[in-house]
């Protein structure tokens, strides 16, 4: 009798767990006092209740056929006494069995009756990304599908915020990339064709047609710089860039034709870029002016929506953190030395000293050949020299870089004027010995130079 139970306990586990399969699958028998699964949609309850209910109509049939069989042995049993104890002890267990489930389904139902007709209670919606068809069904979303015509009609991307309507939960914006065919396909090699649009918790912008794509990708909206195939940040763009680039990924290296930066001012974290046209950060080449925000530099200052345009070929990036705080100083700023080495030879060296507080807020750009003009106060040089180098264009020696600051030195080169540069984060003892003073000398003198405070540690080793 233990056997039968128990097998009986495993056959109705096991129903359970494959009801939802076979509830697509088979026609149940319609049972009296149960429920009835072949009409309507019936939810896991209803499945549990009719398990439950099947299992004590089992036990009830396992039982009688036991005791049947036990009343077959005694009457058989002839003189033997002991198939006559056999049977008696099989029809007593079988009576026993049957009370005992009897007994406990009263039990449960006096203690608490949802255990044997249970009712499921849906979790509430969550606030995240889900894909939705025609009749307004959801399930969640990876946050991409390479194929959207194999996918069941589900072709709406809605971006749920809310739990209830009075408890907002204020949720990440995203991105989302649409390709027009299957499997991350543009259709055609610039890639002109993919949409890359913006999914936040504003009512009317949290949900996204995607019935005429073939494949999609989502990612978080995070502060950075994107780079865009395209001019005016438009067609296809990366993800967020957030560090320097000695060579910039294959697919945008000398193909970037605009440029958006997004900005955490919660948290004062502002972008900002120097787009180099020579790969490899350390060597001079064509450069883009900084681009940034207008109140985060001067430079190349973004659009409303954070976008500029890129003029140059870049094969190289300069990414920055921009120190906005004036309560954290970077550094005791920088200083500009007539002679190499100009910090380490004593009395032989006019300098320039451009502390943190003349910096203004958050960078400065000057002109060397103007505003950044040396003292010889206890400089033991004589007047020709002090008449000739009187500017930091006039005799580019050195420049000593104190604290977290990219010090950029552009000067003009050919007869577009284009801009040739070169960026630093650490003490140049040699002006002399690098690139940029070499193509400056062609015009004769540099042409600006700008100083930008980094957040602290944001300072290349």
């Not at 004062?268 to 207008?294: R, W």
């Not at 100009?342 to 003349?358: H, Q, R, V, Y």
């Amino acid at each position: 009798m233990k056997k039968l139970l128990i097998f009986t306990i495993l056959i109705a586990v096991l129903f359970v767990s494959a009801a939802p399969v076979l509830a697509l699958e088979m026609k149940y028998p319609v049972v009296f006092g149960l429920p009835d699964l072949n009409t309507g949609k019936p939810d896991l309850a209803q499945y549990i209740s009719y398990i439950f209910g099947i299992a004590i109509y089992l036990a009830g049939f396992v039982s009688l056929v036991s005791f049947a069989i036990g009343g077959v042995q005694y009457l058989a049993s002839m003189d033997s006494e002991e198939t006559k104890k056999s049977g008696a002890d099989r029809m007593k267990g079988a009576v026993l069995g049957l009370a005992l489930v009897l007994v406990s389904f009263m039990i449960i139902r006096t203690i608490n009756p949802k255990l044997i007709t249970p009712v499921i209670t849906p979790l509430p919606e969550l606030a995240g990304l889900a894909l939705v068809n025609a009749d307004g069904d959801k399930k969640p979303t990876s946050g991409q599908d390479a194929d959207l015509s194999d996918n069941d009609g589900y072709t709406k991307l809605v971006y749920t915020c809310c739990v209830e309507e009075d408890q907002c939960i204020i949720g990440d914006d995203y991105l989302v990339w649409q390709f027009p065919n299957p499997g991350f396909e543009s259709g055609n090699d610039d890639l002109s064709a993919v949409e890359v649009v913006e999914l936040t918790c504003e009512e009317g912008n949290n949900t996204l047609d995607l019935s005429e794509m073939g494949s999609f990708k989502v990612e978080h909206k995070i502060p950075g710089v994107y780079y865009y195939l395209s001019q005016n940040c438009e067609g296809y763009s990366s993800y967020a860039n957030t560090s320097s680039s000695e060579n910039i990924q294959s697919l945008f290296s000398r193909k970037i034709k605009s440029v958006k930066i997004i900005n955490d001012e919660e948290n004062n974290v502002y972008y900002g870029v120097i787009f180099h046209q020579t790969a490899g950060l350390n060597k001079g080449g064509m450069c883009s002016q900084p681009i940034a925000e207008d109140e985060a530099g001067d430079g190349v200052p973004t659009n409303e929506n954070g976008c500029a345009d890129v003029s140059i070929s870049a094969a190289a990036a300069d990414i920055y953190k921009i120190n906005t705080s004036p309560s954290v100083a970077p550094g005791d700023g920088v200083s500009f030395y007539s002679e190499a080495w100009g910090w380490k030879t004593g009395a032989n060296a006019g300098f320039s000293d451009i502390s943190d507080e003349d910096i203004e807020d958050p960078s400065s750009q000057l002109d060397p050949n103007t505003e950044i003009d040396f003292s010889y106060d206890y400089v033991n040089q004589p007047i020709y020299y002090q008449n000739y180098c009187v500017f930091f264009g006039d005799c580019p020696g050195s420049i000593e870089i104190r604290g977290d600051y990219l010090v950029a030195v552009y000067s003009v080169y050919s007869a577009n004027a284009d801009s040739y540069c070169q960026t630093f984060t650490k003490n140049v003892p040699n002006l002399a010995a690098e690139e940029i003073i070499a193509k400056g000398k062609e015009n004769e003198s540099l042409e600006n130079i700008y100083i930008i405070p980094l957040m602290l540690g944001e300072s290349p080793d």
